[in-house]
């Protein structure tokens, strides 16, 4: 099936500092998705990208979908433990089926 | 709204048995969506259903079943449980297929089989 590569696999962090992922795919998507999922939880969705060069910010969060149309990235400004969860990207292209990346395991010390 | 309930959280299943999966949404949502999460790996549609009374497979069908008598309820069954089928289920739903509408997840259903 089709794959989406999302790096870093995991990150261990200071409180505080700044965090950048980013998500890159074979083939190109019409939407990238950015989800949060926090331990025993589902994931849930924390911003929808729907052009290409498009930059979309949501508190602390800021994602970009890339010009190519087959990369996206997340960036997370001045950490804070409740930030702590794995990130997973997800593209969509049309009425597909989502596909989702690997996705980032994010730890923060205090 | 409860939104995506799923039952029950946990279950250890011996290899060879079967179960059923439940997955409920208040949401009047159209689309249904069943995912395994397996570690380190992103989640992977198993099958989906577009209304009441339509299921159509998704990657990885393969020794599930699934039902969608109302719009409501979406149950996954396990007929023959195998250790490759521990893993955890997530059900999904939103109102159509396009990008503008949410998928909104469940809980989660963790699931092992020994």
């Known amino acids: 099936g089709q794959q989406l590569n999302q790096s870093p696999q995991s990150m261990f962090i200071q409180e505080g500092e700044d965090v950048s992922m980013n998500c890159t795919s074979s083939s190109i998507f019409n939407t990238w998705l950015w989800y949060k999922q926090d331990p025993g939880e589902g994931p849930v969705l924390l911003i929808a990208l729907y052009k290409a060069g498009e930059l979309t910010s949501n508190g602390r969060l800021t994602a970009q979908f890339g010009i190519t149309r087959k990369d996206s990235f997340l960036n997370i400004s001045a950490s804070i433990p409740s930030d702590v969860g794995i990130y997973f990207c997800a593209g969509q292209r049309g009425a597909q089926k989502l596909v989702f990346g690997q996705g980032t395991r994010l730890t923060i010390n205090p | 709204n409860a939104g995506v309930t799923q039952t029950p959280k946990f279950r250890i299943l011996k290899i060879g048995q079967s179960m059923t999966l439940q997955c409920a949404q208040d949401m009047n949502h159209n689309y249904m969506y069943w995912y395994r999460q397996d570690p380190g790996m992103g989640l ?69 089989v020994l």
């Open chain 2, 44 to 112: 992977k549609l198993i099958y989906y259903s577009v209304g009441a009374g339509i299921t159509d497979k998704g990657e990885v069908p393969n020794g599930y079943n699934v039902s969608r008598s109302t719009t409501e309820d979406f149950p996954l069954r396990l007929e023959l449980a195998a250790p490759s089928q521990t893993s955890v289920y997530f059900c999904a739903s939103s109102y159509s297929a396009s990008s503008y509408n949410e998928q909104f997840f469940g809980p989660g259903t963790r699931l092992t």
